[in-house]
């Protein structure tokens, strides 16, 4: 495994990477593939090389470079129960000042599956990530070879994070950390949770509150640089 990582390179049996689809509960319609997720069942020694990577990136670049306190999506110590306690604090001091508060949710579309490997490179460079380990995550992700079971001919992945890979959910905290951040650095107050996020503004009157929210979506936009779509927007 040593060398793997000296050599920036996954053997082929590694890569090779069997994806089955699941349906997901609570759909009404299982007639639409969208009803279905995918889980990919990979090699238990990539697993563990994967593994030993998370340990280095928690252990040493994350550590100098924390991930934003209001990212609580595979994070030690942290759930629903603790976005949701951070989200409704937040609705009762608007209330007790008097002001109205707005809440936009955010969905975003392809979290894991379409999430390109620069924006992955990216995020690691910005927490200093040592080059070797860039490199061979980013060669293991580049590099898979899928086949949809049922289907005898493999695919070559261009983009997105193996669903049920164990670097999967930290690549996607780090790659999403970034807006987590700008929105919160330029005071529009977001909580996320995985490809979740809810941003809510408050003010004296409508006016300010509805423009201050239409500058934080604009800011969403950028979600675009990942090749990633926000699907839904609700309001409350």
Not at 28 to 39: A, C, L
Not at 162 to 173: C, E
Not at 198 to 224: F, P
Request: aromatic residues 8%.
């Amino acid at each position: 495994m040593r060398a793997c990582l000296a050599l920036k390179y996954v053997p082929r049996g590694w890569r090779e990477v069997k994806v089955t689809f699941i349906p997901k509960p609570g759909k009404s319609d299982y007639t639409d593939p969208k009803s279905y997720g995918p889980i990919s069942l990979t090699s238990f020694l990539l697993k563990t090389m994967e593994r030993m990577c998370e340990r280095e990136l928690r252990g040493s670049a994350l550590m100098n470079l924390p991930l934003h306190d209001k990212q609580h999506a595979y994070s030690l110590g942290k759930s629903t129960e603790s976005a949701l306690h951070q989200v409704i604090t937040k609705i009762e001091e608007a209330i007790q000042n008097k002001e109205i508060c707005l809440g936009s949710i955010i969905d975003i579309e392809g979290a894991f599956d379409r999430t390109n490997f620069s924006s992955i490179k990216g995020a690691f460079s910005r927490h200093k990530l040592e080059p070797a380990l860039i490199d061979w995550i980013v060669y293991m992700l580049s590099t898979r070879i899928i086949k949809i079971a049922g289907e005898s001919q493999p695919i070559q992945i261009k983009k997105g994070c193996p669903q049920g890979g164990v670097l999967s959910p930290l690549l996607w905290n780090m790659v999403i950390n970034e807006l987590i951040s700008k929105l919160n650095a330029n005071h529009f107050y977001t909580v996320g949770y995985a490809d979740d996020l809810t941003i809510l503004v408050s003010g004296k009157t409508a006016s300010i509150v509805c423009d201050l929210t239409q500058a934080a979506l604009r800011i969403v936009e950028r979600c675009r640089e990942y090749d990633l779509t926000t699907i839904q927007i609700k309001r409350f």
